[in-house]
């Protein structure tokens, strides 16, 4: 089992900057994929960005360039550092991650980031 718990949520003005981080326990070898989404009010999940074990990271085309995701493998966390925040970034923020020799994703329990304008 893994257990991921998120931090760094919070309320924050439109052009503001917040840095969410996800730490992993339980049993488990090293990640091949960590990764944050987020879901706002009345919305699906959607991707935000993921990095693989070997650093190959992706970005959601409304975060590129504001946002900035980065892992320690030593530590097996997960950062998100968030950049010129808008309103539309409003959601809870979950953390992701893909254990290595296991086809399962495991979420954490959510983190509410609050943009106001």
């Known amino acids: 089992q893994v257990q991921l718990v998120e931090s760094g949520g919070g309320l924050v003005q439109a052009g503001g900057s917040l840095r969410l981080s996800c730490a992993a326990s339980g049993s488990f070898f090293g990640f091949n994929v960590m990764g944050w989404y987020r879901q706002a009010p009345g919305k699906q999940r959607e991707l935000v960005a993921t990095?693989?074990?070997?650093?190959?990271?992706m970005y959601a085309e409304p975060v590129k360039g504001r946002f900035t995701i980065s892992r320690d493998n030593a530590k097996n966390t997960v950062d998100l550092q968030m950049n010129s925040l808008k309103p539309e970034d409003t959601a809870v923020y979950y953390c992701?991650?893909?254990?290595?020799?296991?086809?399962?994703?495991?979420w954490g329990q959510g983190t509410q980031v609050t943009v106001s304008s």
């Open positions: 992701s991650a893909n254990p290595v020799g296991d086809l399962s994703h495991y």
């Open positions: 990095i693989s074990m070997d650093s190959t990271i």
